[in-house]
């Protein structure tokens, strides 16, 4: 089990949600966002931690929304963090980004591309933070005891593995529900990336999606006995800058977690 604030993931206890938009893309969204999840979560009861990264810096085409500026994003999100008092995770790309963002993030995200990055992984380690390190896309689930023990090298155990699907040839990711139970193994809280998991990546210079599969893996992944579930969630989905077709409109959210909850529940033994 780690702890992040008053917030416990691991060792059979409920499911922790982490959600948010994709990236920061305005003041607007980023606060309606943030609020409607927490009244929904504090509603079920549900921990949280609210996701959205202050810049995109993988994404496939050189003309696509990167962010708004580190230092406006950034402000956003401290002010965002501040006003619903929120336990705040955000991406990280390189060392340098490592220092700033440890600065006002809670959980350091390690992006599925770079979970072999030896200097990124310890430099995150080194910050004190707990550390998400998503699988890649291109990594077996048995591999990722590698990114743990380079975060372990600095003493930092508050570690959180990351399913988001497997390349399945060209354009295309599966989910190989064993990849939850490999890295269940190694001792550390196991969370399921349902949106990510659905995305078609480089489909015509983006990333595209199949959002109708986000609640099928949600729960599949429930049934295992997840840790916390992380979705990207969007007011307009439709329209939003970054992973549009693959975030979860925020008003499908409330019934999807009151059906995790039920199969949560159900899988730990807990009422």
Do not use: W
């Not at 890649?136 to 570690?159: C, R, Y």
């Amino acid at each position: 089990m780690i702890e992040i604030k008053n917030v416990k993931l691991g060792s059979n206890l409920p499911f922790v949600l982490i959600a948010g938009p994709c990236v920061v893309e305005s003041e607007k969204i980023t606060f309606t966002t943030a609020e409607q999840i927490k009244k929904i979560t504090s509603k079920l009861g549900i921990p949280f931690i609210f996701k959205s990264s202050y810049k995109k810096a993988n994404r496939t085409s050189i003309k696509s929304f990167k962010g708004l500026g580190d230092s406006e994003a950034i402000n956003i999100l401290t002010n965002v963090k501040k006003e619903f008092d929120l336990i705040l995770l955000t991406d990280v790309h390189s060392i340098e980004e490592v220092t700033s963002a440890a600065e006002f993030a809670d959980v350091l995200q390690i992006p599925a591309f770079l979970c072999r990055q030896t200097e990124l992984l310890v430099a995150a380690g080194d910050s004190g933070k707990a550390i998400n390190v998503k699988k890649g896309q291109f990594l077996a689930p048995e591999d990722m005891k590698h990114a743990i023990e380079k975060v372990e090298s600095t003493g930092n155990k508050k570690i959180l593995l990351t399913e988001r699907g497997s390349t399945f040839g060209y354009n295309n990711l599966v989910v190989d529900m064993r990849s939850l139970v490999i890295m269940k193994s190694f001792g550390y809280p196991i969370v399921m990336d349902a949106t990510h998991s659905v995305q078609l990546p480089g489909i015509g210079g983006k990333t595209g999606g199949q959002p109708k599969f986000i609640k099928p893996l949600a729960k599949a992944a429930a049934a295992i006995g997840i840790d916390a579930l992380f979705l990207e969630v969007h007011p307009d989905p439709a329209n939003a800058l970054s992973d549009a077709e693959s975030q979860l409109h925020i008003s499908e959210l409330e019934n999807l977690l009151i059906e995790i909850q039920q199969i949560d529940s159900l899988v730990k033994n807990f009422k």
